[in-house]
């Protein structure tokens, strides 16, 4: 079992950045990929980014590729999510998750989920 614990959110203005950190507990991390979605009120969960367990490869959301930097310390259990050149609609919570499935960027290729932590970009 693995569990996750984002933090890095916060409030910043459009232009800015932020650094999200998600802290990850269990024996199976070192061997998952992971994964960064976001998610606003009444939509569902938007794919944002993911990274191979080796960090050999990573994969972008079209609307966040160039601004944002998925990345991984296997050996302090964390990944992290850059984000560079924020934006009002990149507002949400962002959740992180181990992945046990193919479908990168499906929701369903992850088994296990952090709680989310607030991001709120301003005009």
């Known amino acids: 079992q693995v569990q996750l614990v984002e933090s890095g959110g916060g409030l910043v203005q459009a232009g800015g950045s932020l650094r999200l950190s998600c802290a990850a507990s269990?024996?199976?991390?070192?061997?998952?990929?992971m994964g960064w979605f976001r998610q606003t009120p009444g939509k569902e969960r938007e794919f944002v980014a993911t990274?191979?367990?080796?960090?050999?490869?990573?994969y972008y959301a079209d609307s966040v590729k160039g601004r944002f930097t998925i990345s991984r310390d296997n050996a302090k259990n964390t990944v992290y999510l850059q984000m560079n050149s924020l934006k009002p609609e990149d507002t949400a919570v962002y959740l992180c998750?181990?992945?046990?499935?193919?479908?990168?960027?499906?929701?369903?290729?992850?088994?296990?989920w952090g709680q989310g932590t607030q991001v709120t970009v301003s005009s």
């Open positions: 998750a181990s992945r046990n499935g193919i479908r990168v960027a499906s929701p369903t290729a992850y088994n296990y």
């Open positions: 269990g024996r199976t991390f070192n061997s998952a990929g």
């Open positions: 990274i191979t367990w080796s960090s050999a490869s990573t």
